[in-house]
């Protein structure tokens, strides 16, 4: 998954444009990850200021959600 | 009320595409809702700010001092030895142009296109595209958390790099990563430079693009860097160059930044086709910027301006049609579309060069006559010179 740092983001879009799977959607300051996302890593070398970065979750099993 | 719920045609994106394409299909007697997401036109900045004489030709716009604030020269291009070339405003005409405000310039435009009768929204999320019967018949919008439907006969996509309307219709807009920039600048003041020159810096301070510095005055300009995507491997690079760039500079010693700008730019071919039923793209969105400069703002407005014109048209005749918007398409093209390739061809060979061979280019370069500085002169000149540097490009000459 993608992790975003907020003290680093300049809400530019340019993460946006770069996705090749549109997973992706600035609103003003808010920026949106949907569950398109393929962790392929292209928006965290097009992050010009170095705000995103790629966590590596295969192999872990995520606890489902309990009531 | 901040707008009505229904609309002859729907602009997307309140940038200089935008605008000029809400302008120019009010003027021509189109109802037209322009529609920004940010709170306010123009704001924040994310462009390098220089622009071609161009658009003074062909669009309806008189430099004001508000946004005009230094009309250039010449542009200097430097070779990562250092030697550069001088490209002369009176010999390369109105490809050397001004720096401007962006924020002012956009909100002249917006002006400009509401006094012809555009009526404008600000802080509106376009969230979606409607459809009746698979045909597009208007947008989504969300504005302070309520959401709403505005009905259109035609929607036009002006919103830029990340276009969001562009991928909703179906276009491809998916960008390789040789065809995209990774971008920062820094507006620094205290500086003391020649305003009369915009200066490009190529070679490996800046793979796959280019380090620039447009002045706006001799002590305030923009600096900045493009990276080529594909040219990236990690994380930070723009900043990472741009800061090393900046750092080794005598110039700018004692200098401060006022403001940081980011963004992505495209560098691409344009799309294949920017029309469909019922639905136009213009500007960033149609990946119209110039693939060798990354410069949008020209090209997005002289195709804003077919793009608003062919949409009155189109409501006048009563037929979206993406047959009837072909008077778009065929209008952009006759206007754009060889440059645009020419100087993806031109990108393409120059990302392939290494230092050495930038040294060499900007060595015989300086060795054309400036009046003759054509592409075609100059791969001339190089082929004299150093012929494998220009083997691929035997049939230009």
């Known amino acids: ?67 | 009320m901040f707008f009505k719920d229904s609309y002859d045609v729907v602009v997307v994106g309140g940038g200089p595409s935008g605008s000029t394409a809400a302008r120019y299909a009010a003027r021509n007697g189109a109802n037209v809702l322009l529609v920004e997401k940010r709170q306010e036109i123009g704001s924040p900045v994310r462009c390098g700010e220089g622009v071609s004489m161009e658009i003074f030709k062909h669009v309806d716009i008189r430099p004001d001092p508000s946004w005009f604030v230094n009309q250039v020269t010449g542009a200097r291009i430097f070779g990562p030895s250092g030697k550069f070339i001088l490209i002369d405003a009176k010999n390369a005409g109105d490809e050397v142009g001004a720096v401007i405000e962006r924020d002012a310039f956009d909100k002249y435009l917006a002006t400009e296109a509401a006094r012809d009768g555009a009526e404008i929204a600000t802080k509106t999320s376009v969230v979606s595209l409607l459809k009746d019967g698979g045909e597009i018949s208007g947008v989504r919008v969300r504005r302070m958390g309520e959401e709403s439907d505005i009905s259109a006969r035609l929607v036009i996509g002006a919103d830029g790099f990340e276009s969001q309307v562009a991928r909703w219709a179906g276009f491809n807009t998916n960008l390789k990563t040789r065809d995209t920039t990774s971008n920062l600048q820094y507006r620094m003041t205290n500086l003391d430079l020649d305003p009369r020159f915009t200066d490009f810096y190529i070679g490996s301070a800046a793979p796959g693009g280019y380090v620039w510095i447009f002045p706006k005055s001799g002590e305030v300009a923009n600096v900045g860097i493009g990276l080529l995507l594909s040219r990236i491997k990690g994380a930070s690079e723009a900043k990472d160059y741009l800061d090393a760039f900046i750092e080794k500079d005598e110039r700018f010693r004692d200098a401060s930044i006022m403001e940081t700008v980011s963004g992505g730019v495209s560098v691409s071919a344009p799309l294949d086709k920017v029309i469909a039923d019922r639905i136009m793209l213009v500007g960033d969105a149609a990946r119209m910027i110039d693939p060798l400069t990354g410069g949008g703002i020209s090209n997005g407005v002289i195709a804003g301006k077919v793009c608003g014109e062919v949409a009155a048209g189109a409501v006048k005749e009563g037929d979206c049609s993406e047959e009837y918007l072909q008077r778009y398409e065929k209008g952009w093209r006759e206007l754009l579309e060889e440059k645009l390739y020419r100087d993806y061809m031109a990108k393409e060979k120059l990302v392939t060069l290494d230092d050495e061979a930038l040294d060499k280019l900007i060595e015989v370069m300086s060795e054309v006559p400036l009046e003759n500085l054509s592409t075609k002169e100059i791969l001339t000149a190089i082929r004299t010179k150093y012929p494998e540097l220009v083997k691929e490009f035997e049939d230009l000459i």
Request: glycine share 8%; aromatic share 2%; charged share 20%.
């Open chain 1, 1 to 67: 998954m993608i992790e975003l740092n907020d003290d680093k983001c300049m809400h530019c879009g340019a993460c946006v444009g770069a996705c090749p799977a549109n997973a992706i959607y600035l609103n003003e300051v808010i920026l949106d990850f949907n569950d398109d996302c393929t962790d392929c890593g292209l928006c965290v070398r097009a992050c010009p200021v170095g705000a995103l970065s790629l966590i590596r979750t295969r192999g872990l099993k995520v606890p489902a959600a309990t009531a």
